[in-house]
Each structure stands twice: as C-alpha cells, then as structure tokens.
C-alpha cells in the first residue's frame, strides 16, 4: 500500500464509491496488463521466430488481425491527441493517464509488428497466449464498472470499442485455430495436402468458404433452400451439403482415437474421450459466450442512463446516443449469439455423428458373447436416446457456468442500484439451493429407472414387432401388449415423479423473478429510500435478465443429469471387449504341447486345441464347448453331427469367435463365409443380398444361383436378381431364405465355409441339387466345407464326420469307418446306407436337373414380393386437427385450465410491474409512510397471485403431458397389435420402432416442454405488446408495418421448416432400420468380413440426417437474426421517441416517468421474446410432427376381429376341415398363392402336406389362420365359416408350430404356458414327450430364464420347446410347419411317433419337406403352384410308381 500511496497520492485508496480508483484502474489494470501483453508477445516472437508455419491463412482470415490492431492504434493515437490538446489548453492531466494511453498504443504497435513476420499465427495462437486473452477481457470488467457509472456517453461508447476491439482479435486467434485443428483431425494427410493447395491458390473446397463476411454471419446460404421450400415440397437434393470437417467418418475417427486412448488408460471415460476430441473447440465457444452474456447487460445499464437523463431532462444529445446505442447493442448481441449458436450447433451434429457411428461400429465388433450383456432393445436405446442425451453436455456444460455467472451480474448490479436491499432477493436464491439439489439428485434417480424400464420396452417392443406373425397365429398379441402396457406403466410412474419434479422446478424458478422484485423494492422502501423509474426500472430490466438463466437452470441441472446418465451407459457398453480377429501363429505355436503338437499352416484350415467356451460373459455359465481340440484340414468337407442342443452351432460360433474363449485357443487360416441356421437375409434385391458388398460379376451371379437351386426362383420374380426382398426376407419361404444365403456364401469364394444345417428347409429334391452341385460342386469343391446336418447324402458324402456331444468331440472319423457308424443313431444309420447305394448307382447331374427343372415350377413365392413402400411424409403446415389430436390426449379440461392459468400468471405479473409504475409516479406526491405499506400490500397480493397461478400452470401441464404420453402409447400399440399381417410385411421393423421410441420419446418429454414454453412466450408477447400500447401511444404506429414484416418472415420461414423437419424424421428411420438390422447380422457381417461396407452404408445415412439437421439449424439461426434485428429497431424506436417526447417536440405527450420507464424495460426483453417465441413455435411444429407420424399409424386399417357368429366353448368338436374353392392373393397384381383349392382335413386324422419350396404349403396355415384374407371361396371348420367368427377366438382354438421357432426372454414356464393354465406335472409330460426334459432340468427347470429371442437354445432345441408348447395347449386342431426341420433324424423319429400315437383324435396338419416324417400319415396332400395335384393314403401312392408322391420318395431316399 505504501508503493500504491507513492504512486496515486491523490487517491489514497484502491475502491472509490463507483468501484476501482482511477489511478489504480489506469496504471495497474491499464498499464500493466498492457506491458505484460507487450512482454509476453514479445518473448513468443522471439522463442518462435525459427518455427515452421505450417497452418496457411488465407487472405480472408486475415483481415482481421490487419484491420484490427490499426483500428486500436489509430483510436490510440487519437487519445493521445486529445490528451495533448487539453494540455495544451492549459488544463492538467495525470500522469497515469498519459501511461495508460501510451501503452495502449504500444502493445498495437507490437500486435502489428509482429502480425508482418512468417510467424505470427503460431505466436498468437499460442497456448499461454490464448489463456492471456481471457484475462485481459476480465480485466476490462472493472474498468467498465468504473466508466459506466458516469453519464459520459462518449466515453463510455469508446472504452466498449476497445474493449470490443481486443476480444474480437482474441476471439478471431481462437476461431481459426479451432477451425484448422478441426480440419487437420478430419481430414486425412493427403486431403489435408490438397486442402492446403487450394488454399495457396485461393480456392475453398468448402461451400462456407466460398460466401463472404457478411453472408456467413446473416446466414445467407440457406436463402436457396428458403426459396425452393416456400415454392415445392423439399426433397434431399435440395438440402445444404454439409462442410468438410462435418463428414461423419472423419468426426467417428476422431472420437475413435481418443476412446482409444482412454481404454488404455484402464479406467476409461467417454466424457473425457468428448473433452479430447472437442474441447479446444468447445472452451474456444465459451469465450464467445462470455462475450455474448456481458453484452446482454449493457441494455440495462444503457437503460439506466436512458432514464435518468429523461429525468434531469438534458438538453445535450446523449440521450439520443443512449437511446441509438441500445439498439446497436441488441443487434450486436443478436449477432453474436447467432453465431454462438451456430458454431455450438456444428460441434453437437459432429458429436451425435460421432458417437451414432462409434456405436454402429462397436455392434460390429462386439462378439456375441460379450453383447448378451446388454438386450436388444438397450442397445437400440443407446442410438435413439441416449446418443442425443450425450450430445445436451454440450450446451449444458456452459450454461453450468454462464448461468451462475449471469444471475451474479445482475445481483452485482442490482446492488449499484438499491444497494443491500437485493439481499432479499439472494436470501431467496440460497434458500432455494437444497431444495433444488435434493429435487435434482430425484429427478436423477426417476431418470436412471426410467431409462431402465424405457430399454425393457423397446426391448419387448421389439420382440413383440418381430415376431408378431407368430403371436397372432398363437392369439398372443393381446397378452404381450398387456405385459408391454405394464412396462410402459412403470416407465410413466417414473416420468410422472420427473414431470411432477420438473413442475417444482419451474414453479420455484418462475416466480423468484416476482418474489425477487417484491422483497428487494419491499425492503429498499422499508430502509428510507425513496424509489424512484431509473432505479426501478434498471431492476425490473435486470429481473428480466435473470428470468432467464434462472428458468433455465432447473431444464439444465436434468439436462447434465440426463447426459451424464446416458455417456455412463454408453462408456459401460463401449468398454466391451471387441471380437479378436486372428489368433497369432506365435500365440499358436505357444500353445502347443506334446500330446498336441502343432500343425503346419499349410496342410489345416481350423485348428482348435483345448477350448472351452461360454456364451456370455458369465464365467459360471455352462460351457457350450468343453475342452474341445479339432483339426481341420483344407479342401476336406466335414459333417458334423449330434442330437438336437449338442453344441453343433456353437462349434461352428466358436470358430468365429463369437463364443467367449476363456480356455485353449481357436486358429483359422484364410477367408471365411458363414451360412447360419437361422438365415440372415437384408433388405434390399437378391443381388445385393448375395454380392454383399463384392464386386458384381454377372456370370459368376448366374452359376451361383443355379448351383444352389434360386436360377428358376429368380427367373419368375419381377425383376429377377434385383427383386426386391422385403426385412428379413419376409416375402421368401424358408427354403429360399437358406438358398439365397447359402448362395451369398458362394459368391464369396472363401476358404473355408460353415453351413449351420442349411439344408433343413429345403425339400429333398432341392437338397440333393444343392448337395451335388454346391456343396460338392466345382464351386466348393476344394474348399473347406464345415457342415453342420442332419442329412443322409451329406453325411456319406463328406471326408469326416465329427460327433458332437454335450459340447464335447465323441469322435472324428471317416463315415465308412465302423467306429464312427456305431456312435450314429440307428435311423440316420439306414439313410446313410441308402444313400451310398443311390449315390454309387446313380450320380447322372443332368438327370437332377430334370427332376428339379419338373418340380420347381412355382409361384413367385408364397408371399407377395412387396417392395417396402417409401415412407410417406405430410405436406404443407401442421393441421389443426394435430393441435386438437393433442389436446384430446391431453384432456380438454386440462387443456383450458393450462391456458387460462398462463394467462392470468402474466397477467398478475403485468399487474405487478404496472403497480410499480404507479408507485414511482406517486412517491414524489404522496411521502406518507402508511402509503408505502400499502403499496407493498397491494404488490404481496399480485406476487400471491402470480405464485399460485404458476404453480396451477406448472403442474396442469405436466399433468396433461403424461396424460397425453399414456393415451398415445396405448392407442398407439392397439392399433398396431390389430393391424393385419401384411402391414408388417411392407413396413420395416426400424420404421414402427422409430414412431415406439424416438417419436414417442419427443411425446413424452419434449413436446409438452416445447409446449410450455411456447405458451409462456406467447402470453408473455401478448402482455408486453399491451403494456407497450398503453404506456406507449406512438408503439402503435410502428405495430402494424413490425406485425406485416414478421408475419412475412414467420411464413416464409415456416413452410420450409415444417418440410426439413419431416425431411429429418424421414432420414433417421434408415438409421434405426440398418442398425437393427446388423444387430440380427452381425455375426454374419463379421465372418464375411464386410463390416467396412455396412459402415459406409450406416455413413451414408447418417450424411443425410446431418444434412437435414444443418439446414435446419441454419434456417433457423437466418430466422432468429432477422427477428432479433427487427425487435432491436423496436428497441431503439421507443427509446429515441422517449427522448423526442422529453423534449417536447410532439403534440402527444407520453404521459409519466414512469409509464416511459416501464415501456422502455418492456421494449428490451422484446428482443429476445419474439424471436424465442418464433422459435418455440416452429419447434412445436416441428415436435408435432412427432404427433402427426404417430397418428398415421393409429389410422393403419385393422383386421376384422369381431363377427357375428359366436363360438361354442368345445369348439372344434371333431376338427373337420374343409377348404372350398379357396383362393389366395397376397397382392392382386401376383399369381394366385392358392388356386381354387378343394380339399378336406378329415377330422381326427394326420395329414401331411408335400410339395417343392414356394408350391403353397405355408399359404394353407396362413388362410387357415386368417393372416391374410381370401380372394374367393371359404374354408369350413365343423361346418362353421371361420370367415364368421372372432378373428383372435378362431386362432386360439387352434395349435400351431410355426416354421421359424418362437422364445420370448423370460421364464421357461411363461413361454410355454403364458396364461398359467397348466400345472407342472403337465408341463414335464409335455417336455418329455418331446425329448427335452433332461436339458430342460439340467437348464434349472421350468423356472430358468430364457434370454432373448431364445438364445439359451439352439435352434433344434427351440424347435422343440414351440412343440411342447403346442402339446399343452388341448385343441383338435393342430399345425405343424417344418417343425422337426432343425432336429436330428433320431429325435424326429421319436416326435413323430409321439405325435402319431399322442395325437389320436386329433386333427393334424404337417407341411414337411423330411419324407419320412409323412410316411406314417392317414393322408397326403401334393401341392404345387398353389393347386393340390394329387393326394391318398402314403402307402397306396407309394405303390404306384408314376404318383409324385413315389418321386418325392425316391429322391428324399438318396438324400
């Protein structure tokens, strides 16, 4: 202090009464913080002068820091020269003064100087320098303080251009750094070569490149697309193309390598892995934030001059300078926080595009092992929600500490204004800090279990959509939408405790504005101090400030809970250890021992020694692999066999590595396909499916198809190899399902090829053409062939034959060996036989080629080969009759109340604030303190009222939200259960999944918080334009020409916004659709090593959501600007007609202080209210848009479930069926699936249906069902036309196995009896019968759980449990479609014989393609192109050599 006496003898003291002493402000704040920038520039320039600049700027980046510092020295040079003249006038000026200036004008001279030299960037852009510029601007706060307390309007205006002058140079270092670190991370290093060669040429590859200044900050690039979208309806090609270092591959690898990095780390976190690969960029906004923030209080601090000089009626121009710089500011500031909002905008599509690809990927390299962790439906959840909760870190992060910054300026400059009065205001503020910690860390926990029951839904959500062929055919589908409807019960009640939650929050919030206002101006008067429009209306300004940040903190305290929840979930799954894509030869050959030596590479192709495996992560799980050790040499077939559950898929997984390894280890050498039980079919052309990904070679196409027996299957489809094949191959049979992937397999060309029994669902004709002429063809021939079967030739056929057992090798052995033969059931042992004879006799190919050319004439196929139809999307703006569809779920009592609440909350508040104006107008002429007691009286009752309609608004809202969350759900899933078949058919899973997920995610949380908002800006909009009408006559004048602009621009706004909206939710269905479907795929994808070409297919799609999402932004940021701009002339328009009334040259006087006062507050938060309540709208609509999908599919047309004819209880009684004249069309423009068929299902006995894959079998069920409906003729059962009956009583009367086996995850007992009609006792017999018990107990009985999709089981062993299923349920109908297609011969032989002798009475049903499963029926039928061409008893047709039946015979003999 002695120092600082010496120094400032007249200012003795650091704080004067308004802030800093000049004398401290000039030389230490001044000039030292100017000697320091001088020093610290200087010392870069000469540590950096022999750096290499390897970052090029191009001459439009460097306009500023040319322009710039020659603006400040010059502003510089001119105080010095005003400085001179007041000396030379004979006035004194301090010596601190003179130092200040001086050094001012070197630390530009130096910014210039160095600014020439080669280096310049890398000396600015450096580290410590960008940490110096954030301190200078804050200490520029101080001095502010200081300047704005006099009403120098001059001066005040000069020190914020040098203040505006030094952050913008800061602010430009910063931007072109990120700018260059974003491009040299998203481009690779010859692209980034190329990049910098345009740029020395002065050419951009970006499209933002090539617009000027001015059009990259009024966003004038979107203004084509305003264009096209306000004349048509907008498609894709009409959207922006997205900058370069936007593309979504390059933003995946960058948060790739840090994710990378963070993993090595051991305790990896994807926060941190965010920080890394954006936080410079991230911390480079948050300086353009401050920026921003600060200039939002020059309105209240410009306001407070404003009025005081009103006051004191000046006869100078400052208020006309006050009074045009308010204005200036708003515009300024509408600016600055476009392009805030802008660039913040750009760095969350790159986070979203990052972590959706990071996430996509991942799902690629997870084995399955490790991914049954997590369900499916989590996993889904963590692309549609969780990746956009992840993304809100961005803008909560800063708000966490803007806000608070924000709220402590305006409580600072509420106490220069009624000094400790405001501490009121902050007594309130801390008492609400525990109640809304204690509020949060609720709200967390409602979240996490929210979250958790969310990921249950879409996970039953999913099994329900996938498999709902097979529910309605069970008459299921109510009974899974009442256990769905449950789940969703118990994700609401914890939406409700977050909802309700949220409606304290915003109470507490809203009204501490008014509470404020009411305490500070209630205890201001109380001390003695006489109010009076500056001071009030400067703090109704700053309470308007804070109305903001404080509305805002409780939406971003849930928004950082939410993402914070969501980046844990997403780093749990993504530490998942991924596939190992090779084993070593080193860690082979480290493997080898004496009793397992190694093998040469150049004579095996597998090599398993020792391994045990799992199938989860689970090391107390049953090893599916147990101690195995296998050898495989190249260009051998190997069949390997075992009875149903053995472990034969689980073999072939494990070579994958899908398997968790967890003892021995697992070596394959060369390329590898892979043909799953279940095939994996893609949505798309058979071409596609087939070259997947290849390179398209037409004649290798063709001898493909031919060998796996699709050539004539193609040739009759429309279109023929680029026929379209619907998800999942749902308009294919089973047959061709395994051909076409099978035939994929082939096309690949691999070195070794696992075929997981894929010739059970193919007939026996077939199945001798594929073996001959594939699997043992010219295609396959030398290579290695791992077959997992159950097939005869096959087995005989291949040069081992390995038994697997319980997960353990019995025996590898040639299948002639006797040794091998005696381990083989005693069935498959006659077939074997038969089949070397046949096999020795006759091998004429031609001869197969005429039999298969015979019978393969066929219908397209049983299903109608539908294309899936283009998701339709509405036109033009939202229907009113969405706003009143809302409503209605809402609650129309609801609804009003809501509305009536809003407006009479900001009608007390109006009231408020003009009570106020009359207060201050009546102090000066009524001094009687009882007076003052009664202002305050009358004040409390408007903050009562204020209070009590906030909290009825609140909680009405979040009240009718979840009404409106539940009313949707529940229609919503009804309409969907009683859509028919065929809907599902053409409609991809991903899409009815997006409307159950993302759709409804905006419906329950979103909407009504856009709604809320909306309503709120909407009577806040209507207040302040009444307000500013009644204080302000002459606001009339400028209302009507302002409502003609904005209505103009809303429109022409609005129409394109509805369209990119639309456009958006249109573009993130293939996002979901795809990533469902390499959730199904992926173990194929990995094996085909294709994963490569399903990311670039993912990539694409992503390019295209972003693409609508930045056009989307931009419009709205070109929106916003206009709108703020406009209101800023509104601003500026009340305040110089102020100062032109004060002065008295209208005729209309403007009333009172301190009605000018309360207009010219009101005319300020109109800045930001117009264009928020804009905003609010056109994202309601676009929210709404949500809605508008959703009822879509709650007008889909539903199935006739109700008809006149009731049923008797013992319905059927005899089971007689008879089909007259039936006709089937799966579309009217195919072939007839069934042709005038005329047929009768005796009742009582067994009839077997026979006929080549697609001849119409499955088509009987599906009629027989009513899954589709009958083109002409009726089907009789018991005499009654099912068409009469109840649609789901008629198919719950009925037993069916379907085709593709059904296990819901849940408890055994639950999947095979739902309803919990049958004890124990029963259940056991049932399993018994079916030859599953032991499993079943060795699994933990009925009481174990069955995990998703069944995947406990193998498929053989789920064959089985459907069977049993059917065996409990008492029906005299009973349909069995291929249901022993999966299961060795033994066990088939043992189902069929229960089946025979347990069925007695029984009417039953079997579509067959094994022959000897129908040899013991009462009757055959033959189909084929849908007509029935022969049928009798099997062994009179057996009898008559030329019966097709006789041929079929024969040839599934020498199978």
Avoid at 93 to 119: D, E
């Amino acid at each position: 202090m002695a120092l600082f006496n010496v120094l400032c003898p007249h200012s003795p003291n650091v704080w004067s009464a308004t802030g800093v002493s000049k004398c401290f402000d000039d030389l230490f704040l001044g000039l030292g913080v100017n000697l320091i920038s001088v020093i610290l520039v200087a010392a870069l320039a000469i540590t950096k002068r022999n750096a290499r600049a390897n970052i090029r700027i191009n001459p439009a980046e460097r306009i500023p820091f040319q322009v710039l510092p020659v603006i400040g020295a010059l502003v510089a040079c001119i105080d010095i020269g005003f400085l001179l003249r007041t000396t030379l006038n004979g006035y004194p000026v301090m010596y601190h003064k003179w130092l200040l200036r001086l050094s001012q004008l070197l630390f530009w001279v130096t910014i210039l100087l160095v600014s020439k030299c080669k280096f310049w960037f890398i000396v600015f852009s450096d580290w410590l320098m960008c940490i110096w510029w954030i301190v200078k601007a804050c200490c520029w706060v101080p001095h502010l303080q200081a300047i704005f307390y006099s009403l120098e309007a001059v001066t005040c205006l000069k020190e914020s251009l040098r203040l505006l002058l030094e952050v913008m140079f800061g602010i430009s270092i910063i931007l072109i750094k990120m700018k260059r670190a974003s491009l040299k991370s998203s481009l690779g290093e010859d692209l980034l070569l190329s990049h910098e060669l345009d740029i020395e040429n002065g050419q951009q590859l970006d499209h933002e490149k090539a617009q000027n200044i001015w059009q990259l900050m009024s966003f004038e690039i979107i203004s084509s697309v305003l264009q096209r979208g306000a004349g048509k309806q907008l498609d894709f090609e009409d959207l922006l193309e997205l900058p370069a270092d936007m593309d979504p591959l390059s933003c995946h690898l960058m948060l790739l390598s840090c994710w990378e990095r963070q993993r090595k780390t051991g305790h990896p976190s994807l926060f941190r892995a965010f920080c890394s690969a954006y936080g410079w960029s991230y911390i480079s906004l948050g300086l353009l934030k401050i920026l921003n923030d600060c200039l939002g209080f020059g309105g209240p601090l410009l306001l407070n001059k404003l009025i005081r000089f009103l006051q004191e009626g000046g006869e100078n121009f400052d208020g006309y300078i006050f009074a045009i710089s308010l204005g200036l500011t708003s515009i300024l500031k509408s600016f600055l926080d476009t392009q805030y909002t802008f660039h913040l905008s750009k760095l969350k599509l790159k986070l979203r595009s990052s972590i959706m690809a990071t996430i996509f990927r991942k799902c690629l390299c997870v084995s399955l092992a490790e991914r049954s962790k997590f369900s499916e439906g989590e996993i889904q959840t963590y692309m549609s929600v969780d990746a956009d909760r992840s993304v809100n870190l961005c803008n909560s992060l800063h708000d966490m500490w803007s806000l608070p910054l924000q709220i402590g300026v305006a409580l600072y400059l509420l106490y220069t204004q009624v000094k400790f009065a405001f501490v009121s205001g902050i007594a309130i503020t801390i008492l609400l800090i525990p109640v809304n910690k204690w509020i949060a860390e609720a709200i967390a926990d409602a979240t996490r279990s929210m979250m958790k029951q969310k990921d249950e839904r879409i996970r039953r959500t999913g099994e329900l959509l996938t498999y709902i062929r097979t529910l309605k055919m069970y008459g299921w589908e109510l009974l899974f939408s009442s256990w769905l409807i449950k789940t969703r019960s118990s994700e609401v009640s914890y939406l409700s405790t977050r909802k309700y939650l949220d409606a304290w929050c915003v109470f507490f919030w809203a009204t501490t504005p008014t509470l404020f206002s009411f305490c500070t101006f209630g205890l201001y008067a109380l001390m003695g101090n006489q109010l009076d429009a500056a001071t009030v209306f400067t703090c109704l300004a700053l309470f308007n400030n804070l109305i903001s940040p404080l509305n805002s903190f409780p939406w971003v305290i849930n928004g950082l809970i939410d993402a914070t929840i969501s980046t844990g979930r997403l780093s749990r799954f993504l530490c998942c250890p991924e596939i190992e894509t090779a084993t070593s030869s080193d860690n082979y050959a480290s493997s080898c021992t004496d009793e397992y030596p190694c093998v040469s590479f150049e004579d095996v192709a597998v090599v398993i020694n020792e391994a045990c495996c799992l199938w989860c992560s689970n090391d107390q799980e049953q090893l599916v692999m147990d101690h195995v050790t296998l050898s495989v040499p190249k260009g051998h077939l190997i069949a390997v066999v075992g009875e149903v559950g053995s472990g034969k898929s689980s073999l072939l997984n494990s070579i994958l590595r899908e398997t968790k390894i967890i003892n021995g280890f697992v070596h394959t050498s060369g390329s590898i396909a892979y043909v799953p039980q279940v095939p994996w079919i893609l949505s798309g052309s058979i071409r596609d499916n087939v070259i997947l990904g290849d390179e398209y070679d037409p004649r290798r196409l063709s001898d493909v198809l031919e060998a796996c027996a699709l050539d004539i299957d193609v040739f009759r489809m429309t279109g023929g190899d680029l026929a379209f094949i619907g998800e999942k191959g749902l308009n294919l049979s089973g047959g061709q399902r395994a051909r076409l992937a099978l035939a994929r397999a082939v096309y690949h060309d691999p070195d070794i090829y696992l075929l997981d029994d894929v010739l059970s669902a193919v007939d026996a004709e077939v199945a001798q053409w594929i073996i001959s002429n594939a699997i043992l063809g010219p295609l396959m021939s030398q290579k290695t062939r791992i077959l997992c079967t159950h097939n005869a030739q096959a087995i005989s056929s291949a040069d081992t034959v390995v038994l697997i057992d319980k997960g353990r090798v019995r025996l590898v052995g040639s299948p002639s060996q006797s040794s091998v033969s005696s381990y083989i059931p005693p069935s498959l042992r006659e077939d074997l036989s038969i089949s070397s004879e046949v096999q020795s006799e006759d091998n004429d190919v031609d001869a197969q080629k005429k039999v298969l050319l015979e019978s393969d004439d066929i219908c397209v196929s049983e299903e109608a080969p539908c294309a899936i139809e283009v998701e339709q999307r509405k036109e033009g703006r939202v229907e009113v009759v969405t706003y009143k569809n809302y409503a209605v779920f809402c609650g129309w009592s609801v609804t009003i109340l809501t509305c009536l609440s809003a407006i009479f909350m900001q009608a007390s508040r109006n009231g408020n604030d003009l009570w106020l104006s009359y207060w201050v107008d009546t102090t000066g002429v009524d001094k009687q303190k009882d007076r003052t007691s009664f202002y305050l009286v009358v004040l409390c009752i408007f903050c009562v009222m204020n209070s009590s309609f906030t909290l009825v608004r609140a909680f009405s809202f979040a009240f009718g939200g979840l009404r409106a969350a539940v009313q949707v759900h529940d229609r919503l899933l009804k309409n969907l259960v009683d859509a028919p078949v065929h809907f599902f058919d053409q409609t991809p899973t991903g899409r009815i999944l997006n409307r159950l997920s993302s759709d409804l995610y905006t419906i329950d949380d979103s909407l009504p918080f856009i709604l809320n908002i909306l309503l709120a800006n909407f009577v806040g909009l209507l207040g302040i334009a009444i307000v500013l009408s009644y204080t302000q006559v002459m606001f009339l004048l400028l209302l009507l020409p302002f409502w003609y602009v904005y209505n103009k621009l809303q429109l022409y706004y609005r129409s394109t916004s509805r369209e990119l909206r639309r456009l958006d939710s249109v573009a993130r269905s293939p996002i979901y659709a795809s990533f469902t479907e390499i959730l199904n795929g992926s173990s194929t994808i990995r094996a085909f090593k294709t994963e490569d070409f399903f990311f670039a297919r993912f990539t694409e799609n992503v390019i295209l959501y972003q693409r609508t999402s930045y056009s989307e932004i931009i419009a709205n940021l070109w929106l916003s600007l206009r709108l703020q701009i406009l209101a800023a002339v509104i601003v500026c328009f009340v305040a110089v007609m102020a100062v032109v009334g004060s002065r008295g040259h209208l005729l209309i006087s403007f009333g009172s202080p301190g009605k000018v006062g309360l207009a010219l507050s009101y005319a300020a938060p109109a800045v930001s209210l117009l264009g928020n309540f804009l905003t609010s709208f056109t994202e309601t609509e676009k929210e709404l848009v949500s809605v508008e999908r959703v009822l879509q599919y709650m007008d889909v047309a539903t199935e006739e479930l109700h008809e006149c004819q009731l049923l008797d209880t013992e319905w059927p009684l005899h089971g007689n069926i008879e089909f007259q004249n039936v006709t089937l069309k799966y579309r009217p423009s195919l072939p007839a699936a069934l042709c005038d068929l005329t047929c009768t299902f005796a009742g009582g006995t067994q009839t077997g249906i026979v006929g080549r894959t697609g001849a119409g079998k499955s088509s009987i069920l599906n009629v027989l069902f009513r899954l589709n409906p009958l083109s002409g003729g009726c089907i009789l059962v018991d005499g009654i036309n099912i068409a009469k009956t109840s649609l789901r009583d008629l198919r719950t009367r009925f037993s069916v196995v379907p085709q593709t086996p059904f296990l819901f995850e849940g408890s055994l007992r639950d999947n095979l009896d739902p309803f919990r009609v049958n004890d124990d006792l029963k259940i056991w017999d049932a399993l018994a019968k079916c030859q599953i018990e032991d499993e079943v107990r060795a699994m933990g009985g009925l009481d174990m759980h069955v995990k998703e999709s069944g995947a406990s089981f193998s498929v053989g062993q789920r064959q089985l449990l459907c069977l049993a299923r059917a065996f409990l349920k008492s029906s005299k109908v009973l349909c069995l479609d291929e249901c022993t297609a999966n299961v060795d011969t033994s066990t088939a032989l043992k189902l069929q014989n229960a089946i025979t002798s347990k069925c007695r009475g029984i009417t039953v049903i079997t579509i067959a393609h094994r022959i000897s499963t129908v040899l013991n029926m009462d009757t055959i039928f033959i189909l084929d192109q849908g007509s029935l061409v022969e049928q009798g008893n099997p062994h009179v047709l057996l009898q008559d050599k030329m019966s097709r039946f006789s041929s079929f015979v024969e040839a599934s003999t020498s199978n």
